[in-house]
């Protein structure tokens, strides 16, 4: 599953793949816009990114579906 952070004050997003799923994701976001000071993934490459809550602009998960690659008949 692919997924972008937005932050502010940059122009620039954090895209990367994750092993994660949707409703994982969305609880990781939400508990972190509750009260926690930071918000980390795990990339599927095994990458950490760490982005602090205050400077979040959005999240964008996106679906989890295999793009299809060739010519149809």
Do not use: H
Not at 31 to 60: M, Q
């Amino acid at each position: 599953m692919d997924i972008r952070i937005g932050m502010m004050n940059t122009g620039r997003e954090l895209n990367f793949s994750s092993a994660e799923t949707p409703e994982a994701v969305a609880k990781k976001v939400d508990e972190a816009l509750a009260g926690t000071a930071s918000l980390s993934f795990t990339d599927a490459k095994g990458s950490t990114y760490i982005v602090p809550t205050a400077a979040l602009a959005y999240v964008e998960i996106g679906s989890e579906e295999v793009r299809k690659v060739g010519f149809v008949a």
